[in-house]
């Protein structure tokens, strides 16, 4: 258990559709980053926040958006959905500071499935 | 050019046998930490083993050693004694810049890995 808790684990949405990912980060960690994982692919960086605030954005879509609340808690927005939206979308934090490694902790992750 | 980049897509190996998975990364910048990640097909992602660019020797963890050559921008996974629960999608992944706590992963498109009984 990594400590990252994402919700829902899984989502099956028609196109069209806006759907809502969440994603808590480990306790005192302020980074939360959001990947998304296409049928075996590699990870794809969308978006970046630190500490409420956005870092770092990645290829995520016009039609996605994300933010962090002062929980530190994130949730990522996918609207407008495409079939090929279907993917796995993880989030991760990592340990403030410069603690460790900078290794990413990774949730479960969200599967959407888009009919 | 791709920041990492894994040549095999997918490779079988005996039981017991060891196994290398091949990296290499693209930077300018000399402080740089490199990442092996394991993912079953469960589908969660596991940090396996790490290296720092300013690291003098290379990492070890149990069974999974990283072999670093840092002129040649390589950064093989090592796992010796393969086991039938190493049968995974392998990631390489790059930070770029100092660990500062909040710096992004750079991954590559992954190794397939299944080990033969």
């Known amino acids: 258990d990594s400590g990252v808790t994402q919700t829902p684990k899984h989502l099956i949405t028609a196109t069209g559709q806006r759907v809502t990912l969440r994603c808590s980060p480990r306790?005192?960690?302020?980074?939360v980053y959001w990947y998304q994982q296409s049928l075996d692919q590699g990870l794809q960086f969308l978006i970046h926040?630190?500490?409420?605030?956005?870092?770092a954005k990645g290829n995520i879509l016009e039609r996605f958006s994300a933010q962090q609340f002062p929980d530190l808690h994130s949730e990522l927005n996918l609207s407008s959905l495409e079939l090929g939206d279907s993917a796995l979308y993880f989030c991760?934090?990592?340990?403030?500071?410069?603690?460790?490694?900078?290794?990413?902790?990774f949730g479960e992750g969200s599967r959407l499935t888009v009919l | 050019a791709q920041k990492i980049t894994q040549t095999q897509p997918g490779m079988f190996v005996q039981e017991k046998e060891a196994v290398t998975l091949d990296c290499t990364y693209d930077?300018?910048?000399?402080?740089?930490?490199l990442f092996w990640y394991k993912q079953p097909s469960s589908g969660e992602m596991i940090f396996l083993i790490y290296?720092?660019?300013?690291?003098?020797q290379n990492a070890t963890e149990g069974r999974y050693s990283l072999n670093f050559q840092k002129a040649r921008k390589s950064a093989n996974l090592v796992i010796s004694a393969s086991q039938l629960g190493d049968s995974a999608m392998y990631f390489c992944?790059?930070?770029?810049?100092?660990?500062?706590?909040?710096?992004?992963?750079?991954f590559g498109t992954g190794t397939r890995l299944t080990i033969i009984p």
């Open positions: 991760a934090s990592s340990a403030p500071g410069g603690r460790g490694t900078g290794e990413l902790f």
């Open positions: 306790s005192g960690d302020l980074s």
């Open positions: 926040y630190y500490n409420g605030e956005e870092r």
């Open positions: 930077t300018s910048d000399p402080s740089y930490g």
């Open positions: 290296q720092g660019s300013y690291d003098q």
């Open positions: 992944a790059m930070r770029e810049g100092p660990n500062f706590g909040n710096e992004k992963l750079t």
